[in-house]
């Protein structure tokens, strides 16, 4: 049976891929992965403060030595405390690619459509097969619409289509009024790829200290079902591959993703908990499904449960809804 598939226009072997984490770090960790063999390889990411500190002196247009901004910026890491700085970052993904076979995808974590961006030519530069833009941002500004926001999106999907040959993969949050716009918009703007979803980290408070106290959890199956659910509403209606992140940590997970319309499958909270060689039970798991369901093509299964295969996707959705409220029982 055949697993391959394509993902960003890049033929894989398998569809489960290592998402972004601290496996990225070091060139052991990163041949580990492909030693276990996945797919392909999301380096961590390099963040937009790095680069603009680098470059200006400044952390979101403020001078962090500055009295003026120091409260305002002191929750910021400072640069020693990321893995990597900027120049380090691409020679990083230069070795990394020296390295293994798999394809390296470089991230970017960002906001804003400036100039910090243009570091994305270096990183091409470097050689990394395709980029992954992580968008992450909870806006807390009440005078902001959710148009301007969309819009700062897709600028920045335009200007990295302008500056970039290499294929370009977008990070989502799901909070968007009408995400299924937000993915049209992004594929006219040039998109190669939909990461669905960033997660959406809420720090805890401290009632001792009183003060706000970052946690970071392993996702679980539960946070599956999200994805499930936009994966089948988008497949077959927008051209960027569809990539799952968050929440596929089985196999039963992996092969969901698949029938909801995933061209990919990111793995991190699963390699985290039992390391990189648990990818080949998660291809083990989906080869045994694919074989029990007499299906010799991962094209047979992917978008199965789709809402391509729906005349009316609005109404299937609110059924769901009224039959999903009505289905407890005590």
Wanted: with cysteine; hydrophobic share 45%.
């Amino acid at each position: 049976m055949r697993t391959d598939t394509s993902y960003l226009g890049i033929r894989l072997a398998h569809p489960f891929i290592a998402g972004a984490s601290p496996f990225g770090y070091h060139l052991d960790s990163i041949r580990r992965l492909e030693d276990a063999g996945c797919a392909a390889i999301v380096l961590h990411s390099l963040f937009e403060e790095q680069i603009t500190m680098r470059n200006t002196g400044t952390v979101r247009h403020r001078d962090p030595f500055n009295e003026e901004f120091a409260e305002a910026l002191s929750e910021f890491p400072t640069p020693g405390d990321y893995p990597l700085g900027p120049d380090a970052y691409a020679d990083h993904v230069r070795r990394a690619k020296q390295a293994v076979g798999v394809p390296v995808i470089a991230s970017l974590n960002g906001t804003s459509a400036e100039s910090w961006l243009r570091f994305s030519r270096i990183i091409e530069q470097a050689g990394a097969d395709a980029l992954e833009v992580n968008l992450y941002e909870v806006p807390t500004d009440l005078g902001i619409p959710g148009t301007a926001i969309e819009h700062e999106l897709c600028e920045i999907v335009k200007e990295l289509k302008r500056a970039l040959k290499i294929p370009i993969a977008v990070k989502l949050s799901p909070f968007f009024s009408s995400f299924g716009n937000v993915a049209r918009q992004l594929d006219a703007a040039g998109a190669d790829g939909l990461v669905m979803f960033n997660r959406f980290y809420q720090p805890d408070i401290d009632i001792t200290t009183m003060k706000a106290s970052p946690v970071l959890e392993l996702s679980t199956s539960a946070e599956l079902l999200l994805r499930l659910r936009w994966l089948a509403i988008l497949h077959g209606r927008v051209r960027p591959s569809l990539a799952v992140t968050g929440g596929a940590v089985k196999p039963n997970d992996g092969i969901k993703a698949i029938l909801a319309g995933a061209d990919a499958v990111q793995l991190v909270s699963a390699l985290l908990r039992h390391g990189p060689a648990y990818v080949s039970v998660m291809r083990r798991g989906l080869e045994q499904w694919m074989e029990w369901n007499k299906m010799a093509d991962l094209g047979e299964m992917r978008g199965r449960v789709s809402l391509k295969r729906t005349s009316d996707p609005a109404a299937f959705e609110r059924a769901n809804y009224i039959r999903t409220l009505h289905s407890w029982s005590s």
